[in-house]
């Protein structure tokens, strides 16, 4: 019995030092920060549009705060992260950052003192980029970005979970930390849009659902997931909304914000479109609705043809309003925007074919008829009242159970409930 325990001891001690061995990363030497003159002007061009095709502004700002200082907050269901700073301070930000410490964090989420970054940081997406786009990113940073003096605030991470070290382990079990391939069966095109897709884009980190300790389902790759108080819906074949989506539908809606036969990009989705993918050049995001096309199934039909499109319009005619009353107050807050006829009016989408009513989740559509659309999200310029103040939750209900069953889908359970809850959430918005 002592032989047995001693072996497991034993066992144990070398499990522990390995781990600690594979843990470890040494501290990078600071330096002294580069001149601006250091890096070429197509070099920091091409930096800044990746930085902003990465949302790094978006993630790295809190609201009203100084561009890329940090402390934007964000829940998980482990606890509040806030943001750091990476602006060129070398007090608080990264200003004494070498190329080599921002690259092997944007690969392997290790700061430069050797401590594990968390896994809201996309390093498992970045880590595909090739190593001349991450320095175009350091180059952008660290000649353009304006120095702010400011400490990030501490997470609400609990004990244990907030021992860095044990990231290494989350590393270990979930983290993908292989190299974009390029798919020989496929175009240039469409591994071009894979390449930004999965890395910088890092499309799967909202899209993909996770398991209970945080990890990508990467079978489940782009099936749809919950984020920011909001659902990412599905980008396959597996998506609920009638009309499938097209090549010509993911471009339209990456570049204008709108797909007349889907909806406006609202939520967080607003500023991936506005302020990250619209930076890229058309030829890129052209690519990347070619490789999700081809994740949808590579559908050509005419949605102008389809019956889906029919019924959805049909759907607008109203029941009678005196005895329904998620119509009449549907008819009174929303139909003078949102009624098509045959030819559909864009960036008045025709809510009987937008995946929020679709999908098994009320979220979204809670979310936008509580807080509308502004003027930076869907087609810029076209704005959404928001309803918070002039509609109770018992409203919102009835319009939000009246649109499911104008839609031909089961009612949804206990939505007052989640009316009520999805009010009361924290918003994430810029």
């Known amino acids: 019995m002592k032989r047995g325990l001693y072996s497991v001891l034993i066992a144990a001690v070398v499990v522990l030092v390995g781990f600690g061995i594979y843990a470890y990363h040494p501290t990078i030497a600071p330096i002294t920060p580069p001149a601006k003159d250091q890096f070429s002007a197509d070099m920091i061009a091409k930096g800044e549009v990746l930085a902003a095709a990465g949302y790094c502004s978006t993630c790295h700002t809190a609201p009203g705060g100084k561009p890329f200082a940090g402390n934007y907050e964000m829940h998980s269901d482990f606890g509040t992260i806030y943001s750091s700073n990476i602006t060129p301070d070398q007090a608080t930000g990264i200003g004494n950052w070498s190329e080599e410490a921002f690259i092997r964090a944007m690969r392997t989420g290790v700061s430069r003192d050797g401590s594990h970054l968390l896994p809201a940081f996309p390093f498992e997406h970045f880590n595909k980029m090739t190593d001349d786009d991450i320095k175009a990113i350091y180059a952008y940073i660290m000649s353009s970005v304006e120095p702010v003096q400011q400490t990030k605030k501490e997470n609400g991470i609990p004990f244990p979970l907030n021992l860095r070290f044990l990231q290494a382990g989350w590393k270990l079990l979930f983290a993908d930390t292989s190299d974009f391939t390029p798919n020989s069966d496929k175009s240039a095109e469409w591994n071009r849009g ?231 959430q924290p918003r994430f918005e810029q």
């Not at 996770?210 to 919950?226: D, F, V």
């Not at 819906?233 to 809606?253: G, H, I, N, V």
């Not at 979310?367 to 003027?375: E, H, Q, T, W």
Request: proline fraction near 6%.
């Open 194 to 424: 894979a390449y930004l897709a999965e890395g910088i884009a890092h499309c799967g980190a909202c899209h993909t659902p996770r398991n209970a300790l945080g990890g990508e389902k990467r079978g489940q790759m782009y099936s749809g997931a919950a984020i920011d108080g909001w659902i990412a819906p599905s980008l396959t074949a597996s998506s609920t909304s009638p009309l499938k989506w097209r090549e010509q539908d993911f471009f339209e809606y990456l570049t204008t914000g709108n797909s007349p036969f889907h909806g406006s990009a609202g939520g967080p989705m607003a500023p991936v479109v506005h302020d990250g993918v619209a930076t890229l050049s058309k030829d890129d995001i052209k690519a990347i609705a070619t490789y999700f096309a081809d994740k949808a199934g590579n559908v050509n039909e005419d949605p102008a043809q389809s019956p889906a499109l029919a019924t959805a319009v049909a759907a607008q005619l109203l029941p009678d309003l005196r005895t329904h009353e998620g119509a009449r107050l549907y008819a009174a807050s929303c139909q003078s925007c949102h009624y098509s006829k045959q030819q559909l009016v864009k960036g008045r989408p025709l809510l009987a074919l937008g995946s929020a009513v679709h999908l098994d989740d009320p979220t979204n559509l809670i979310n936008v008829i509580l807080d509308g659309f502004r003027a930076n999200q869907g087609i810029k310029g076209v704005v959404m009242p928001a309803f918070r103040d002039a509609l109770s939750d018992e409203d919102i209900t009835a319009i939000a159970a009246y649109l499911r069953q104008a839609a031909g889908e089961q009612p949804w359970p206990n939505l007052e409930q989640r009316v009520g809850e999805i009010r009361s």
